[in-house]
T-cell receptor, first 112, second 111 residues
């Protein structure tokens, strides 16, 4: 099944700056997820997004985070004021036809 | 909420041997259990999954077993090859919901 793509592949930012990570579906998917993975650790759920609304979010997904689908196509994760501990790989995943989840290539976020 | 424990954290085998990775989950409502393989610097890649109405599933050299009563599920890799070396993650969820991952197992297959 077709995957999603993510941009940028690597983002370096200064602490306190805003970053926007993008997930680009290849076809018209409706259900997406964002996960993060701190280096050397397990994958952690952030938020799920269905039909332009948040359906579930984790404790990690606080007021500094937001998601939207601004143009009906790209799916973005915004971190308003980055902290050092936000440094991680951020993966977008889409739901497959049998409820599987397929991960994009990820964005490596480095906060200095 | 759901909690997934995975063992061992590291596993080293000789090429051709079998490898077994075990996971336990806490929420009896979970009904979907995927396994992901993650190579260094790459995305988690779905390799096999099992649903709660099935006890075992096999795909070539990999198989997964599920014991709902004990809330255990395991990944079995037979005839391991060096390219099987990676980090393997188990996960549990209610269909379509958030994946709760285990801590990962770093598998090393020595030629």
């Amino acid at each position: 099944e077709p995957e999603v793509t993510q941009t940028p592949s690597h983002q370096v930012t200064q602490m306190g700056q805003e970053v926007i990570l993008r997930c680009v579906p290849i076809s018209n998917h409706l259900y997406f997820y964002w996960y993060r993975q701190i280096l050397g650790q397990k994958v952690e759920f952030l938020v799920s997004f269905y039909n332009n609304e948040i359906s579930e979010k984790s404790e990690i997904f606080d007021d500094q985070f937001s998601v939207e689908r601004p143009d009906g196509s790209n799916f973005t994760l915004k971190i308003r004021s980055t902290k050092l501990e936000d440094s991680a790989m951020y993966f977008c995943a889409r739901r497959g036809t049998k409820n599987e989840q397929f991960f994009g290539p990820g964005t490596r976020l480095t906060v200095l | 909420g759901e909690n997934v424990e995975q063992h061992p954290s590291t596993l080293s085998v000789q090429e051709g041997d079998s490898a077994v990775i075990k996971c336990t989950y806490s929420d009896s409502a979970s009904n979907y259990f995927p396994w992901y393989k993650q190579e260094l610097g790459k995305r988690p890649q779905l390799i096999i999954d099992i649903r709660s109405n099935v006890g075992e599933k096999k795909d070539q050299r990999i198989a997964v077993t599920l014991n709902k009563t004990a809330k255990h599920f395991s990944l079995h890799i037979t005839e391991t090859q060096p390219e099987d070396s990676a980090v393997y993650f188990c996960a549990a969820t209610l269909f379509g919901g958030k994946l709760i991952f285990g801590q990962g197992t770093e598998l090393s297959v020595k030629p």
